[in-house]
């Protein structure tokens, strides 16, 4: 029984960074309605720039808020650069493009910090928490950050202006554009949130993968098996689905036989593609309906 | 109600290619294949070894080209199939002492049936959510490769190392050589076939189905049928580049499959133009020289070189090598007058 809790525990814990992905996806997704295959990139090279903060010496939550600003510059100058030109293309373009950002960023981390694999801080601590066996403190805190970060976000989209101009613009663009909000920016902003939350799942979960240039590929595989079950079209879909595709991982990782370490990607294609097959909106979003 | 307008506002999957501007005319095809068969002559072992690796690409290209730009589904999962195809080759070869000819069409049959089998969930997805669903079977395929249980066959971790053909009858000519002729055959053969295929009736219900598929289906298109044959045939076909690289290569690894491959080869697609079968040979040249050219560079560098080529593409010549080829034909047309 113990061990059970333990891994429910630790699958929560790795459950909110992938709800985190998953956020940062379902944000995109929201806002352009394409998939967002370089947002593990993103949030790998936001935590590149905070660990090289920390080598020149700014505390760690120092580096932590100036990596989320930058973030939310980056993901904004990309929308601006990249993709706002490309609105109108089709999906096969759209597609290209993410990729082709997934290249480009990949490499470019590559280059400046080189493949090599670097440990990174955690604020926490790794004692248990609270004299408990059952979850360390960086557990406990990356949970923490998160529930944080979900608080304040639900916050802003039910009680500002700007979070209700940014759910209307992706409810329904024409008619937010004629009660005068402008859509355009929203999407950028879409995409600087986007670019923040995945950066904080980067800066969360960088002590546990390690920090490498091709960390993020297994944390964003994750993310999207969490979008897709809780919906893409559903922000709260895409939290409910992080939790419990991170529980889902670790049990099954503990007590299915076969499946270790060595299977965690297959597991969660076997994920993906069963969702899409039994519920293709997910547990939360709503049925598209298609016409000639 | 609000749903059903954003469907009909949903951007196309791709632009429609029309059937005439998916191949070459006669005079062109035979000039590209007479350079292609005598180029071999006079060039080292080594630069004949890249001809090879060029030909394969371009048939792995050709594979994506028939889904995407027949039947206007997205994979970013190539590399898996062609990993399987791969993989395929070097363990009847290796295992079953078979003769490596007789390898490749097993390779693809078996890579046929595995992408029939993953088009059957892809039938209800599409979009991005098949890009999705196939970016995951890539990113999984080289830890399925790397599985204590397979190990006995695949070598696990460590790869399997493949024993290159001699040429056959006692032909004076190099290994390389005789295998650049032989991949040649292959991929001359597959092309005939593929521009048949895209101008038969199933090509036909492909590109009504890229073009508008609830139209299609009101046609009396067997969606689904015609979906997941385009599939099967992609991945057959990728299956056979897979089992030639293999035996080109001399060594398959599961950490030669990742998901950087289909993003070459999704490249090279783009690159081509999407939906114009020549491209594919075009596409597969960029993918080939442009690493090796950026490596020497610096390490490390090609995925960069990779991802802002295909935004240059993406916003100055959308159409690929395609577009470039037409320009040309005008240009060339201005001056005869």
Excluded at chain 2, 44 to 64: D, E, H, R, S
Excluded at chain 2, 213 to 222: L, P
Excluded at chain 2, 304 to 328: E, K, N, S, Y
Aim: glycine letters at 12%; one cysteine or more; proline letters at 4%.
């Amino acid at each position: 029984m113990e061990l059970f809790t333990n891994q429910v525990l630790a699958g929560i814990a790795t459950g909110a960074i992938y709800a985190c992905m998953a956020l940062a996806v379902v944000m995109i997704y929201q806002a352009i309605d394409h998939l967002n295959f370089a947002q593990g990139e993103m949030a790998m090279f936001s935590t590149f720039i905070s660990w090289q903060m920390m080598q020149w010496g700014v505390p760690y939550w120092g580096a932590f808020i100036l990596t989320l600003a930058l973030s939310f510059a980056g993901g904004i100058v990309i929308e601006r650069l990249l993709f706002k030109p490309l609105a109108k293309a089709p999906i096969l373009t759209n597609v290209a493009g993410f990729i082709a950002l997934y290249g480009i960023i990949n490499s470019f981390a590559g280059l400046i910090w080189d493949f090599t694999i670097k440990q990174y801080p955690t604020p926490f601590g790794s004692s248990p928490f609270l004299g408990s066996q059952l979850i360390s403190t960086h557990q406990a805190g990356m949970i923490g950050v998160t529930v944080l970060l979900l608080i304040g976000l639900y916050l802003f989209f039910q009680f500002t202006r700007i979070g209700l101009a940014m759910r209307a613009a992706a409810a329904l663009p024409e008619s937010a554009r004629l009660v005068g909000i402008n859509t355009s920016w929203m999407i950028a902003l879409g995409w600087g949130m986007a670019a923040a939350i995945g950066s904080i799942a980067g800066m969360l979960i960088a002590p546990v993968v390690f920090l490498e240039p091709n960390m993020m590929l297994g944390v964003l595989i994750y993310g999207f098996a969490a979008a897709v079950l809780g919906g893409l079209t559903s922000p709260l879909g895409a939290v409910v689905g992080g939790f419990l595709v991170g529980v889902f991982e670790n049990l099954a990782g503990t007590y299915i036989p076969v499946v270790g370490n060595e299977l965690k990607l297959p597991i969660a294609l076997a994920l993906i593609i069963t969702v899409l097959v039994v519920k293709p909106a997910g547990l939360f979003g709503r049925p598209i309906v298609k016409r000639v | 109600m609000s749903a059903v307008q954003e469907a009909a506002a949903e951007a196309p999957a791709i632009e429609a290619v029309p059937k005439r501007a998916m191949t070459l005319g006669i005079g062109t095809s035979l000039a590209i294949l007479a350079l292609l068969l005598l180029v071999p002559l006079f060039v080292k072992n080594f630069i004949i070894f890249q001809l090879t690796m060029l030909l394969i690409y371009a048939l792995a290209v050709l594979a994506l080209n028939i889904l995407t730009g027949g039947s206007g589904q997205f994979s970013l999962g190539q590399s898996a199939f062609y990993a399987v195809g791969a993989y395929t080759s070097a363990i009847l070869m290796e295992h079953a002492n078979m003769n490596y000819a007789l390898t490749l069409p097993i390779a693809g049959l078996i890579c046929f049936a595995f992408g029939f089998a993953f088009g059957q969930p892809a039938l209800r997805l599409s979009g991005v959510y098949l890009a999705l669903a196939t970016f995951a079977l890539a990113t999984a395929m080289p830890q399925l490769l790397k599985l204590g249980f397979f190990e006995h066959w695949t070598g696990g971790v460590q790869g399997l190392v493949v024993t290159k053909p001699d040429a056959p009858f006692g032909l004076p000519m190099s290994q390389d050589m005789w295998l650049y002729y032989f991949t040649l055959a292959i991929t001359i053969g597959i092309y005939i076939a593929s521009v048949n295929l895209l101008r038969s009736r199933s090509g036909r219900a492909f590109m009504a189905i890229r073009d508008n598929e609830i139209a299609a289906s009101a046609m009396g298109v067997d969606v689904a049928l015609y979906k997941t044959l385009a599939f099967g045939v992609s991945a057959g076909i990728t299956g056979v580049a897979g089992g030639l690289g293999a035996i080109a290569v001399q060594f398959v690894a599961p950490d030669g499959y990742t998901i950087l491959l289909s993003i070459a080869l999704f490249l090279g697609m783009v690159v081509g133009g999407v939906g114009w079968l020549p491209g594919s040979i075009v596409g597969s040249a960029f993918i080939i020289f442009v690493p090796n050219i950026a490596e020497g560079i610096s390490k490390g560098l090609s995925g960069a070189v990779f991802g802002v080529l295909l935004f240059l593409v993406i916003f100055l010549v959308p159409h690929g090598a395609r577009q470039v080829a037409m320009i040309a034909q005008q240009l060339i047309g201005k001056l005869r007058n």
